[in-house]
């Protein structure tokens, strides 16, 4: 009891750099670390004797239908996390662990759902988002492997969400940790010692995640924290995971269309530029996701501060904990941005030595990547509104980038090009995705500024009464 007690302490009155320092380095290590997944297994497919270019490209094709299974985890963990948080500054604690109880029991379900489906509808999907007769084994072996673990993603991604959203990053960041450790470990033996390739990826991936799903659930079920899975609370109540699935909505579709995204982009590549494009741009969209997750851990780290003071009505602990948090971002962009421009090709050749490879990305790169420097407004402004419970502006946020702008710009550009000869229409693909990044930090920033003001404002007013 202490221990949680000081928890919300610390939430309530700590200096808030200190605080959010804190509480983000731990959610950042996890957030890298959690990139490592994905990093580690393409590091070493794109290594494979004689097929390491075509299993590359058939494990991006497959990654679209991945990102919607961790999805679903986003929409119930991070829709309930930042409820809970807030209940708890409300000083409603049974009602916060009904919020987790029943979040836990609707993961369960769905991972049985995901896995079935996304089984018997695999292959199809497949060669639509782009796979060739070269790639598509590739993509079959590793995607029915990965499957099976869709429980452990769920649980081991969405339930991480709650571990954090009570103040304990650092065991959030074990979470992850673990996990990673393992696979790096498994990689190599089962896809060279045991000579399994794709499928020895799957496997160690899914090893894993089970792993972190055990660390996630013994925490969540024992004494150390301060909200805890309770039988008595999990039955579905609409009433309780209405308003989850309304604020989790946001980040479920910045998940489900950033799969889009991956589908637009593989299969232009396909049509514009052939199996090495795909594999290029496949890694960039890594490179994108694994880049800005410094950004994302420094989010998720100010998530529970403004949260549990918003749900405790001080209004001046919220605004600064969001000053502090978009001037890092900002900081952090600038210099990414920078290192970008010099050096585009250090990250392709983490997972790949192919001179065309290198060649293609270098050019890629450069563009694809372009808008980073703006997008710490993006994410700011988004995720504080996450955290604020403002569900349909932060959805509004999400769609605007991908479904309003990037996803559009993906389809037009590159027939432009074709038409015109101005520039090559693989060129208009990579060009879509900075395009629609300056134009959604712009707008994402200016609605913030006026509405972040209203809320809190409104808020003062409430408490002045």
């Not at 049974?94 to 995901?114: G, N, R």
């Not at 899975?229 to 910045?254: D, N, T």
């Not at 920078?338 to 790169?365: C, E, K, N, W, Y």
């Not at 995720?383 to 996803?407: D, H, P, Q, W």
Request: net charge positive; hydrophobic share 50%.
């Amino acid at each position: 009891m202490a221990q949680t007690d000081t928890q919300e302490s610390e939430l309530a009155s700590a200096p808030i750099g200190r605080l959010l320092f804190k509480m983000a380095l731990p959610c950042i290590t996890a957030q890298i670390i959690n990139a490592l997944y994905n990093i580690v297994d393409r590091m070493y497919i794109g290594r494979m004797e004689g097929v390491g270019k075509t299993a590359l490209a058939g494990v991006g094709i497959a990654f679209p239908l991945i990102m919607i299974i961790s999805a679903f985890a986003y929409l119930i963990g991070q829709g309930g996390a930042p409820l809970a948080s807030i209940k708890l500054g409300e000083q409603r604690k049974d009602y916060a662990e009904k919020i987790l109880s029943q979040c836990f029991m609707t993961m369960l379900e769905v991972s049985a759902l995901l896995m079935v489906v996304i089984y018997l509808v695999k292959t199809p999907l497949l060669v639509a988002f782009g796979a060739s007769d070269a790639t598509l084994p590739f993509a079959e072996d590793y995607l029915s492997i990965y499957l099976l673990g869709t429980f452990f993603v769920q649980i081991s991604l969405g339930m991480n969400f709650f571990v954090t959203a009570q103040g304990f990053a650092s065991v959030s960041m074990r979470t992850t940790l673990i996990g990673a450790v393992v696979n790096i470990v498994l990689d190599p033996l089962f896809i060279f010692v045991f000579g399994l390739g794709v499928k020895g990826a799957a496997i160690a991936t899914v090893i894993a995640q089970a792993a972190s799903a055990v660390w996630v659930l013994t925490f969540l079920f024992g004494r150390k924290t301060t909200l805890r899975i309770r039988k008595e609370y999990i039955r579905p109540q609409w009433q309780i995971l209405k308003p989850v699935i309304a604020l989790g909505l946001s980040p479920f579709i910045m998940n489900v269309t950033e799969s889009a995204i991956q589908i637009v982009f593989t299969s232009g590549m396909q049509k514009y530029g052939g199996d090495d494009y795909v594999s290029v741009v496949s890694l960039l969209v890594t490179c994108m996701s694994v880049l800005t997750m410094p950004m994302m851990g420094m989010c998720q780290g100010a998530q529970p501060i403004t949260s549990y003071n918003y749900g405790a009505g001080n209004t001046a602990r919220v605004r600064r904990t969001f000053r502090l948090l978009i001037a890092c971002n900002a900081v952090y962009c600038f210099l990414l941005w920078g290192l970008i421009q010099l050096l585009p090709t250090v990250v392709i050749r983490l997972f790949s030595s192919d001179m065309t490879l290198l060649d293609i990305g270098a050019h890629g790169a450069r563009i694809f990547l372009f808008g980073v420097i703006t997008m710490f407004g993006q994410n700011a402004c988004q995720n504080t509104f996450l955290a604020l419970g403002e569900a349909k502006i932060s959805m509004f946020c999400a769609l605007l980038r991908k479904v309003f702008l990037l996803i559009p710009l993906a389809l037009i550009l590159p027939v432009i090009f074709t038409s015109t000869g101005l520039l090559p229409a693989t060129d208009g693909i990579f060009l879509s995705e900075p395009i629609a990044d300056i134009l959604a930090s712009t707008i994402t920033t200016t609605i913030f500024f006026f509405r972040f003001r209203h809320i809190l404002r409104g808020m003062e007013k409430q408490n002045a009464k």
